[in-house]
């Protein structure tokens, strides 16, 4: 199945997960994944959060950043990729001058 995020219509979204500024989302969702394509301009973030029901898998395509992973900073530039398991916490940070472009991936876990 192919995914063209030209296709699909960017959201902006202000303070996403009580982060800073803008971020840029073109996303699609079934029951089971959410993957994205994004943008954080300079000086924006995605808020810390919880992963309760499913995990986060995030690759940076350009720029560099640092997420905060459970109380710990971890610096990021492109071809990283950062994880967060579920039941563990983080937030993605655009501390540069220039965007932080990245493509995650979240996908549910089906807890009984």
């Not at 199945?1 to 971020?23: R, V």
């Amino acid at each position: 199945m192919l995914i063209d995020f030209g296709k699909i219509e960017n959201t902006a979204i202000k303070e996403f997960k009580g982060g800073k500024n803008i971020t840029n989302i073109r996303m699609f969702v079934d029951s089971n994944n959410k993957i994205m394509s994004g943008k954080l301009e300079s000086d924006s973030s995605i808020g810390l959060h919880t992963h309760q029901t499913n995990s986060e898998i995030i690759y940076i395509l350009s720029g560099k950043g640092r997420v905060l992973f459970d109380g710990e900073y971890e610096e990021l530039t492109a071809g990283s990729c950062h994880y967060c398991p579920m039941g563990h916490s983080h937030s993605l940070i655009n501390n540069s001058d220039s965007d932080l472009v990245f493509f995650a991936v979240v996908p549910e876990h089906n807890i009984k």
